[in-house]
């Protein structure tokens, strides 16, 4: 285990930052968690919504096999235990936001046991976070207080749809760990199809505790496994955005280090991020630790899985991000920064591999990583979107490969191929953009240049490197289609 925590410089000394996370990932699923109604965004208030979801009397809940297997697919992903016995409790609380006045989660017997996630720095190191749990649960409804100056509305869409708890070991020892943690998370999860990660429609976002200790406590804690080596956490609520979950914690260590400082002590509580302010506030104290009566749900079965179908389950896993990476590291020979960029998003290490076929691959991955990744970003396209597809990259790195073009007249190839002006070499062909590697050619210009400039000519002779002056002239002369090598040769033996 390398050590990676960032210190921070206090008053009285540094402190170290401990972070554990709870992901709420909504199931990628048509229908929600125990009724029939449609899961989806952007139909209008309350158009779904079962009478299960609005918690009519009488009504019983039915469990969505789908959203089970996908909670399996994810335990699976994240090589986790599958616990084939689970079950259902209700948490019992005030939740203005569901009508039922509990919620349907997993307490003492999630569906997945422990696992673990590894994950990259930005300099592609790597650390390990250990996966405590992941268990099923309903979401709450939506209440929307700025509709009308006198009341709040609710609507009632979201109550019941899916969610997938994914608790971590407090593993995470800076902001940057807490937000590639995510990051790394997300894309298993849009590997496995079982949650599309869109953190904007707050689909996927995380509650992020946060202690701060002296040096040390941290290594006590995974030697001893105690958490009395920790500091007291605080659990900053439902943080969106990856920059969001860096800011908060910043903000929080700053917060808890100060009161540390001056005598005081940290109460466990829950807090809330304000984006606008850039600081956290408190919602709720722990302290009064609020008794939620677990118990189990009576109109629910226990979850009893068969493991055939667990394996079955398992034979339909994709190839994952971590192995995907190494594959292309071997198959491809890229570097691991390549491969990391490439596997980021499936589609585009999909798009990489369709276009890498029979090509060389390092050059086919600037290609996808730079140029067009640059042009899709600024036009707000997916990968999928390209309007250029990975044959037509083929083909123009081909036509590179073959020194038809030059890797700079292959970016003016490339923009014309973006503006749908049509394939590499048809626009080669048009505008007349051909290396110029025929020697005789290159010849005749390269001659009237040493006759009309005797001086540089001579200077050549005493500084080799006043070769580029001539490089330079016959790049201008043919509007940079000159073949570079085939004129260093040319021109180091008439001069040099
Ligand atoms: P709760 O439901 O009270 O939030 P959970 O067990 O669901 O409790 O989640 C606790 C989360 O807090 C876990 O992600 C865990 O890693 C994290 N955590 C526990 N102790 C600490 C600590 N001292 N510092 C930071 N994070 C912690
Ligand atoms: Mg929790």
């Given amino acids: 285990m390398s050590d990676t925590s960032k210190l921070i410089e206090g008053r009285t000394g ?37 009478l299960v979801d609005a918690a009519m009397p009488g009504m019983l809940p039915v469990i969505n096999r789908h959203c089970v297997e996908q909670a399996v697919k ?12 689970s079950h259902f409790d209700r948490k019992n609380y005030f939740y203005p936001d569901l009508p039922q006045g509990y919620q349907i989660s997993q307490y003492k017997h999630p569906i997945v046991g422990e696992g673990e996630v590894i994950v990259e720095h930005d300099d592609g190191s790597t650390f390990t976070v250990r996966i405590e749990r992941l268990h099923l649960e309903q979401d709450a409804a939506k209440l929307l207080h700025d509709q009308d100056p006198g009341s709040t509305y609710v609507d009632l869409n979201r109550a019941g749809t899916a969610l997938m708890e994914i608790v971590s ?66 659990e900053i609520k439902n943080v969106n955005s990856y920059r969001y979950i860096q800011a908060a914690i910043e903000y929080e260590a700053r917060r808890q280090i100060e009161i540390l400082e ?20 408190s919602m709720r104290s722990k302290e009064e630790a609020h008794d939620y009566r677990y118990f189990p749900d009576p109109d629910l079965l226990p979850l009893d899985l068969d493991p055939a179908w667990v394996k079955a389950i398992e034979a339909t896993l994709p190839e994952l991000p971590d192995a995907k990476k190494a594959r292309l590291q071997s198959q491809y020979g890229l570097t691991a920064y390549d491969a990391q960029v490439l596997i980021t998003e499936q589609a585009r290490a999909d798009f990489y591999e369709a276009a890498a076929k029979g090509r060389d691959a390092k050059l086919t991955a600037n290609w996808v990583t730079n140029d067009l ?37 292959a970016k003016d190839v490339f923009e014309r191929m973006w503006a749908g002006e049509g394939a590499a070499s ?22 009237r240049l040493i006759a009309e400039n005797p001086g540089q000519a001579a200077q050549v002779k005493e500084k080799p490197q006043a070769i580029g002056w001539f490089v330079g002239q016959i790049m201008k002369a043919t509007g940079g289609r000159a073949n570079p090598g085939v004129i260093n040769q040319m021109l180091k033996a008439k001069l040099g």
């Fill in 14 to 50: 540094p402190w170290e930052i401990v972070l554990g996370l709870e992901v709420h990932a909504q199931v990628a699923s048509n229908a929600k968690l125990f009724s029939g109604a449609a899961v989806g965004f952007g139909a209008g208030p309350n158009e779904q919504v079962s």
């Fill in 74 to 85: 994810t335990g699976l992903g994240l090589k986790a235990q599958i616990n084939l016995k």
């Fill in 169 to 234: 070991m407090p593993d995470m020892r800076s902001s940057e760990e807490a937000a590639a943690y995510v990051k790394k998370l997300r894309t298993i999860l849009v590997y496995l199809g079982t949650c599309d990660g869109d953190m904007e429609k707050g689909n996927l976002r995380a509650d992020v505790n946060v202690s701060v200790c002296r040096p040390g406590g941290y290594e006590k804690f995974r030697e001893t496994g105690s958490f009395s080596h920790l500091g007291t956490r605080c």
């Fill in 262 to 281: 001056d005598g005081g002590k940290i109460d466990q509580e829950t807090r809330l991020f304000d984006p606008t302010k850039n600081e956290t506030r």
């Fill in 373 to 409: 990744a640059a042009r899709l970003t600024a036009a707000g396209l997916e990968i999928t979107e390209s309007p250029i597809s990975p044959a037509a990259i083929a083909e123009l790195v081909q036509i590179i490969e073959e020194g038809v073009i030059s890797s700079k007249i």
């Fill in 426 to 447: 048809a626009i080669v062909e048009q505008q007349g953009l051909k290396q110029v590697s025929d020697t005789g050619e290159l010849e005749a210009i390269i001659d």
